[in-house]
């Protein structure tokens, strides 16, 4: 079934930390390997992780990172709509590993609301983060194009506040 547009957030509060697999993997998967505390490190990482891309999500979905996408990621638009500050720029650092193990368990109609022209699809896949005492939600939002010679692109994160547990 295809989930209307603007539950991707709502949807979050519904995954369960087996969708991701046993809990001492999915301890290990969300653990980050980086830290950044604020938008100027987390632009570092963004920097040195773009050469990295396309990244694979664990459902096989390339995403490539352009180097225009970094400014929206750690844009204020973009941290106001994470439960937090700091968990945005600890995902925006660590995106790279989020979204290896990502996943993409319900397809979302397109927004009429935004500007759709030669969208496939933006596809909401979901990562487990550590952070603080609880694992949260990352929501990575990659555009897919009907041009199949464009690659897919991360377009967005959110850090939804939701805690996740075994």
């Known amino acids: 079934m295809i989930e209307h547009w603007d539950k991707s957030r709502e949807k979050a509060k519904e995954?369960?930390?087996?969708q991701w697999g046993k809990p001492e993997d999915v301890r290990a998967m969300?653990?980050?390997?980086r830290q950044a505390y604020?938008?100027?490190a987390a632009v570092k990482c963004l920097r040195e992780i773009i050469s990295n891309s396309p990244f694979t999500s664990?459902?096989?979905l390339l995403a490539r990172l352009p180097a225009r996408a970094i400014g929206k990621i750690v844009s204020n638009a973009s941290v106001v709509n994470s439960f937090c500050l700091e968990a945005h720029y600890l995902a925006a650092a660590n995106i790279d590993k989020l979204y290896s193990s990502a996943i993409e368990p319900w397809e979302f109609?397109?927004?009429p609301n935004k500007?759709?022209?030669g969208l496939k699809a933006r596809r909401y896949l979901y990562a487990p983060m550590e952070y603080g005492r609880k694992i949260a939600v990352v929501k990575i939002t990659v555009k897919?194009?009907?041009d199949d010679d464009l690659q897919n692109k991360l377009y967005s994160?959110?850090?939804?506040?939701?805690?996740?547990?075994?």
């Not at 969300?30 to 390997?33: C, D, F, R």
């Not at 994160?157 to 075994?166: G, L, T, Y």
């Open 15 to 18: 995954l369960r930390f087996e």
């Open 30 to 33: 969300s653990a980050p390997i």
């Open 38 to 40: 604020s938008r100027l």
């Open 58 to 60: 664990r459902s096989g």
């Open 109 to 111: 109609e397109l927004n």
């Open 115 to 117: 500007d759709n022209t």
């Open 144 to 146: 897919e194009y009907l």
């Open 157 to 166: 994160i959110e850090a939804v506040d939701v805690d996740i547990r075994a």
